[in-house]
């Protein structure tokens, strides 16, 4: 009060006096309401603490007593149940079994998603490949005989449908270009038979390719989102309810879900749907090669920088677009109509884009020096059936046994010769060709191989067969012995061979260092 004292001061004694008595008042108001208060917060903080003990324990008698209280609102909890049901009647369960060949007497499950009311379904080729019949089960329990529309192997899609009497719930579709890594989504589904399971996680990764499991028309979505066996074929869904991806593998050691699954992106998945139901079928465009990636040691022996382009391994069939085109062995394409070729997943996803028919221009590399092709695409489809499944790809690393052994008949011209690389080798006779299923070829056929060698750590194996070094054709071993001369130790070698594998040659680069 000393203060408000020294404040009333200066003003007459009649009326400082006033001021005085009043502050003094309104203070001791102000006690009183504060006392109040702080009585009635105590009132308060007694009455909350019965309520909470009475929800937490039993009644005397031992009961539990269910609260009444409403759950906290929670916008991403609301967000997930809004979104689960919004999609769950759309998704259905898929029970295949009567299979046929390899998969007779096969029992799978898997899932899928009505997308239209009429009732297509899409869901994964490999949830009912070989089947002859197909049982689709709904949210509501009704159960369908499903008709197969149609299938698309380099995607893993089907498309099935069922008939209804009535309109069928169906999924929309959200835009998958538009995801961002970090957003939510859920993957509904039947995980080891567990109808209508919905899981939650996030967008991992974009535009993601699987070692071994995927073909180059498939660029997953990668999620956290539970995804187990019985999910394949199943919806991945935006918080809009939206479909965004089909379900179609998982990353595991186990066979279970172990935090990494990958769903179709719906940009492709609604194309190749739009085809299948359309046309029965996709409609890729096929180069007929061979390809393998651009490795730096044959891009830096053509002249080029970095390591975008696709090499030429082999040309499939003479009469193939690439043939007729004047494309070859050991070309290496960079350019398709103007733009730059990645690498070969590149080149077969963009082929593939376009339709059969299609006219493409394609700039390559020959030998160091640059040329351009056009080639009218044959049907991918097509193409490879009459290849005996053949495509254009890099088929792998597996090489069969060689055999030093020659036919007692061959002719003993150019004797083997055994060069510092650790082999041995002779020209590829006809003889020998034919004795050894190479018909066709010429170059130097690889006797034998030093183990611990430079040429074994790189991959050259007995029976293979040089056809070109450094990008220069050999028709045998005195070219090639002639090819190494000019080189000095340290300098870049890369061969290009031919080997049998199976019922099949596949031709691949192998590059090392002069010893």
Known sequence: MNDTRDEVAGLPASTAGLTVQALERISKQQRMVIGSMMVATLFLGVLIGAVVTRGAFADPDNRIVISSTGPVADNLSASFANAASIVEPAVVHIDVQEGKGRLAGREAKGSGVIVTASGYILTNMHVVEGSTKMSVRLFDHREFDAELIGTDRDTDLAVLRITSDKPLPFARFGDSNRLRVGDWVLAIGSPFGLEQTVTAGIISAKGRETDGGSS????????????????????????????????????????????????????????????????????????????????????????????????????????????????????????????????????????????????????????????????????????????????????????????????????????????????????????????????????????????????????????????????????????????????????????????????????????????
């Open 216 to 515: 180059a028309f498939q660029q997953f979505l990668q999620t956290d989102a539970a995804i187990n066996p019985g999910n394949s074929g199943g919806p991945l869904v935006n918080l809009a309810g939206e479909v965004v991806g089909i379900n179609t593998q998982i990353a595991t050691r186990t066979g279970a879900f172990s935090g990494i699954g990958f769903a179709l992106p719906s940009s492709t998945a609604s194309e190749i749907y739009n085809e299948l139901v359309s046309k029965g079928r996709v409609n890729r465009g096929f180069l007929g090669v061979e390809v393998a990636d651009l490795t730096p040691e044959v891009a830096r022996s053509n002249g080029l920088d970095g390591s975008d382009g696709v090499v030429i391994s082999g040309v499939l069939r003479d009469d193939s677009p690439a043939a007729a085109a004047g494309l070859a062995s050991g070309d290496i394409v960079t350019e398709i109509n103007g733009e730059r070729v990645r690498n070969r997943r590149d080149l077969i996803r963009r082929i593939g884009s376009f339709p059969a028919g299609s006219v493409v221009r394609l700039t390559y590399v020959r030998e160091g020096t640059p040329g351009t092709a056009t080639a009218k695409l044959g049907d991918r489809e097509e193409m490879i059936a009459a290849s005996g499944g053949r495509a254009e790809q890099f088929d792998g690393e597996d090489g069969g046994e060689g055999d030093p052994e020659l036919p007692p008949d061959e002719p003993q011209a150019d004797p083997p010769v055994r060069p510092s690389l650790g082999i041995t080798l002779r020209t590829l006779t006809p003889d020998l060709a034919r004795d050894r299923s190479l018909d066709g070829l010429t170059g130097a056929y690889v006797m034998s191989v030093d183990p611990g060698s430079v040429a074994a750590e790189r991959g050259l194996l007995a029976g293979d067969v040089v056809i070109s070094v450094n990008q220069r054709r050999i028709l045998g071993q005195p070219e090639f012995s002639d090819q190494l001369s000019r080189l000095r130790p340290g300098d870049e070698l890369i061969l290009q061979v031919a080997r049998r594998v199976g019922a099949k040659i596949e031709r691949r680069f192998i590059s090392l260092r002069m010893p």
